[in-house]
Nanobody, 121 residues
Framework: QVQLVESGGGLVQPGGSLRLSCAAS????????MRWYRQAPGKQRELVAG???????NYADFVKGRFTISRDNAKNTVYLQMNSLKPEDTAVYYC???????????????WGQGTQVTVSS
């Protein structure tokens, strides 16, 4: 079994910062892309940022220059550093990863349970 567990969410004032972490564990052979999504109340889930094994990244326009995605391949962990937070960044943030696990030996899509980020004064 493979699990993704997020941490680091919370309440922060506008302009503040938070760092989210997501650790993958279990019967993992390899991890390809790791991503962060978010879902605000009443809205569809949207992609925030992604990072491949080699370190190349991509970001949604609404977070460019404010958020940074990174990963530690040795720890099977992805991070999202969020700076200059705005009230509209309030959402549940989800970790997502494409993982080859065993004994299935096929690439599958896994999700974490989500962590709440609230930006409010």
């Amino acid at each position: 079994q493979v699990q993704l567990v997020e941490s680091g969410g919370g309440l922060v004032q506008p302009g503040g910062s938070l760092r989210l972490s997501c650790a993958a564990s279990g019967s993992i052979f390899s991890i390809n892309v790791m991503r962060w999504y978010r879902q605000a109340p009443g809205k569809q889930r949207e992609l925030v940022a992604g990072i491949i094994t080699g370190g190349s990244t991509n970001y949604a326009d609404f977070v460019k220059g404010r958020f940074t995605i990174s990963r530690d391949n040795a720890k099977n962990t992805v991070y999202l550093q969020m700076n200059s937070l705005k009230p509209e960044d309030t959402a549940v943030y989800y970790c997502n990863a494409d993982i080859v696990g065993f004994p299935q030996w096929r690439l599958s899509d896994y999700w974490g349970q989500g962590t709440q980020v609230t930006v409010s004064s």
